[in-house]
């Protein structure tokens, strides 16, 4: 008789990477955070929120190779509320991921796209669902003014 042994957790490892195998449909996509800029030796922080409209990717994991891609794009709209005002933005045609690899451990993904990497967190897995956060912090300068932004994405998508 041949006996092998293994934990829950490296059973339940195994059968989380194997339930994200295939290709994922993008249902809803949203951001929220913060951007931190000075004006006149002021600091001020300003909510920002986002929410995805025409949304209409697909997120595909392969094995051996480990590879990802996406196809298709999405809209996302963005309030920013500083100073009793909110300014709002739509950015059309935005890609999620583009291509590249991955590996998995524990809940958290690692995406490696041209050299640059990226960590998602699994927040559900099941064989019909998918949902990933991630955060991002990001220093811009427009029109002259250098901000902070940092947020918090969250995209869900059914199995296809």
């Not at 339930?19 to 996509?29: F, K, M, N």
């Not at 000075?38 to 909510?47: C, N, R, S, V, Y």
């Not at 960590?119 to 064989?127: D, F, G, H, R």
Request: charged share 20%.
């Amino acid at each position: 008789m041949l006996w092998s042994c293994s934990s829950d957790s490296e059973n339940n490892t195994e059968q989380d990477t194997n339930a994200l195998i295939g290709t994922w449909v993008a249902q809803d996509i949203t951001n929220t955070g913060t951007a931190t800029f000075d004006i006149l030796g002021e600091t001020i922080t300003a909510p920002i929120e986002g929410q995805g409209y025409d949304v209409d990717f697909t997120l595909s994991f392969s094995e051996n190779p480990d590879n990802y891609t996406t196809e298709g794009s999405f809209g996302l709209e963005i309030s920013v509320t500083y100073l009793f005002q909110t300014m709002t933005e739509r950015i059309d045609n935005q890609e999620f991921l583009g291509n590249g690899t991955w590996s998995k451990q524990g809940n958290t993904i690692t995406i490696v796209e041209n050299g640059e990497t990226t960590i998602l967190t699994i927040k559900e897995l099941t064989s019909t669902r998918l949902i990933l956060t991630g955060h991002e912090t990001e220093d811009i300068t427009e029109d002259g003014i250098t901000y902070t932004s940092e947020f918090d994405l969250e995209a869900s998508f059914i199995k296809q």
